[in-house]
């Protein structure tokens, strides 16, 4: 004790030096947007580093199960394309057209999950694929199972997605055979399940049926797969049902991913941008 306090003694001034050293740094990082954009892409590269060399060794370990679930992944995807009479899945565009001429473009960017929290009630996902990879603010992240969420930061070599298990997201859903949709969110307290609400009382919904998204969103296409439904109860407050969703990709095991970019994406919010300029005229 008295070789450490004998060691402050001799180096005072140059921890105080130390000490205000580090209190400027913090001040003009935290007051400086600049700044604090810079700190914030150092970060995010050096956190996407470790957890890559981390993720590299535990994907080396589990490799044997995941060729497998790829090989299942391919042969759905190929049951897929023959399905929608995609015959050149070389350009990596999917397009679907239905009697209304409703049209869709996506590209899908593979990408492996190098970091992801579960516990919290704001979950995020750290993807090993940024703007370098064509990944945008605003794309959607799925997997072979289902979705699993949004991405909100796209550095230059990884980024970052609000996950599905985080309280602030909202997800368009539908009821697979009725077509009826409403808005999927979390409550933060089960990572299995989420909840679809907005669904008027009158609805008939079954335990077991299919809950996917809507495509009314242009972050994901139509019919990918969310879950399953395990219960629901009238919501007293609202009127609507409260449905109790199984999420079929369990976030605890999670790998590998794909960013979801929708290329019509600018013109629709352009689009949608129309109401206001309307209403600010009216």
């Known amino acids: 004790m008295q070789y450490i306090l004998n060691a402050i003694r001799r180096n005072g001034v140059f921890i105080i030096f ?4 580090c209190f400027a740094l913090f001040l003009i990082f935290r007051k400086n947007i ?14 996407g580093f470790t957890n890559d060399k981390i993720s590299a060794i535990t994907n080396f370990i589990n490799l044997p199960a995941t060729n497998q679930e790829l090989q299942k992944e391919n042969a759905m995807l190929r049951e897929r394309l023959v399905h929608l009479g995609i015959k ?3 350009t990596k565009k999917f397009t679907k057209t239905d009697s ?3 049209q869709q473009t996506y590209t899908f960017v593979p990408a492996d999950v190098i970091n992801n929290s579960i516990i919290k009630t704001q979950n995020y996902i750290t993807i090993d694929k940024g703007r370098n990879h064509g990944v945008e603010k605003g794309d959607g992240l799925i997997s072979n199972k289902g979705v699993l969420g949004i991405v909100t930061y796209a550095g230059a070599n990884y980024s970052r997605a609000i996950s599905l298990l985080n309280k602030d997201i909202k997800v368009n859903a539908r009821i697979k055979g009725n077509e009826y949709f409403g808005t999927l969110v979390w409550d933060g307290k089960d990572a299995r399940f989420a909840q679809l609400t907005e669904i008027p009382k009158y609805i008939k ?11 009314k969103s242009p972050v994901f296409p139509e019919g990918l797969m969310i879950g399953t439904v395990v219960s629901k109860a009238n919501d007293n407050v609202t009127g609507e049902l409260k449905i109790q969703v199984k999420l079929k ?3 605890g095991n999670l790998s590998h ?5 929708n290329l019509n994406k600018i013109e ?3 689009v949608e941008k129309s109401d206001t300029i309307i209403n600010n005229v009216q």
Do not use: C, M, P
């Open 268 to 270: 629709i919010k352009q």
């Open 249 to 251: 990709q369990d976030f």
């Open 88 to 90: 050149n899945a070389r």
């Open 34 to 47: 600049y700044h604090e954009t810079l700190l914030a892409e150092a970060s995010t590269s050096f956190t």
């Open 18 to 21: 130390i000490f205000l050293e």
């Open 205 to 215: 919904v079954n335990k077991g049926d299919t809950i996917e998204t809507d495509g």
């Open 100 to 102: 209304l001429g409703y």
């Open 257 to 261: 991913a794909y960013v979801v970019t």
